[in-house]
């Protein structure tokens, strides 16, 4: 998608769902967007619409992208705390129905990183991707991805895709993190309207693929931006170290494959509980 600006408004603006919609244009027209103020985390909360649909409480009918200004329980993998100051990020789910069975939907957050990283080139930020489901920008977290699935009760497959971009990383929160992240250019985000809008639009165009094509449409243009291609590293599951080799990329099912040191045949890491980590030395 080529970015134009329209109208441009300060970061600062309080989130417009009318205009995400006039500027993520045709790719996004059956897309439902609701703005609000504060949350818990948006995930848990199409979740819980996805659960239980009566007259009093409705579901989900189409594909709906839930932005909040301020997310104050923001979810990681494995249950990790997602840490923002408050108008600090982007927070915001996108939940978006499938006609496949849930196994269909492995290597999900592969593909959505391409989306997020590609719609950033747009922006004129370069960043490349962390299997399975960080954004890096020199190094630096800049945004983190979480999908969770969910069959409806009219039996309909959903997946709930959760995605966090830092816009500014304040000392404390750095401190309370634990480790750098980096944040988004003031100038990618001086219309945070028209990014979320053109991030929506990417993710739309990237879901209708996946489901037509799968993971391997997405392959190639992944280990294009793989953060770690080449390099040695270290594949950790709760602080123990399981395996060690040079990163080669991931292959159609979405599996890193690594080299092990020796010679020996590549290994292919299943996503998991598992963190990639750069070997130092």
Not at 93 to 99: D, I, K, R, T, Y
Request: proline share 5%; with cysteine.
């Amino acid at each position: 998608m080529t970015v134009q600006t329209i109208a441009s408004t300060s970061s600062a603006s309080h989130l417009s769902a009318a205009r995400i919609a006039a500027f993520a244009g045709h790719h996004a027209e059956h897309c439902q967007i609701e703005v609000v103020a504060e949350t818990g985390s948006t995930n848990a909360d199409l979740l819980a619409r996805l659960a239980v649909a009566n007259s009093r409480r409705p579901g989900l009918s189409a594909p709906t992208l839930l932005v909040a200004e301020t997310q104050t329980a923001g979810r990681g993998r494995a249950g990790r705390a997602w840490l923002t100051a408050p108008a600090a990020a982007l927070t915001f789910s996108l939940a978006w129905p499938f006609a496949a069975p849930l196994h269909a939907l492995v290597g999900l957050p592969l593909a959505v990183g391409v989306a997020i990283a590609e719609t950033l080139a747009d922006f004129g930020v370069a960043v490349q991707l962390k299997w399975p489901n960080d954004v890096l920008q020199g190094g630096r977290k800049l945004a983190g991805i979480l999908i969770e699935t969910a069959t409806a009760p009219d039996h309909q497959v959903w997946a709930v895709i959760g995605i966090g971009i830092n816009l500014s990383v304040p000392a404390p929160l750095q401190e309370q993190i634990g480790q750098r992240a980096a944040s988004l250019p003031a100038a990618a985000a001086q219309d945070r309207d028209l990014l979320l809008a053109s991030l929506l639009s990417a993710l739309a165009q990237s879901m209708r693929q996946f489901e037509s094509l799968g993971l391997p449409a997405f392959v190639e243009r992944w280990n294009r931006l793989h953060a770690f291609a080449g390099q040695q590293v270290l594949i950790l599951d709760q602080g123990k170290v399981l395996h060690e080799g040079r990163a080669l990329g991931i292959d159609q099912i979405g599996r890193l494959m690594l080299q092990p040191d020796g010679g020996a045949s590549p290994l292919a890491v299943m996503a998991g509980d598992i963190s990639l980590r750069a070997k130092e030395g």
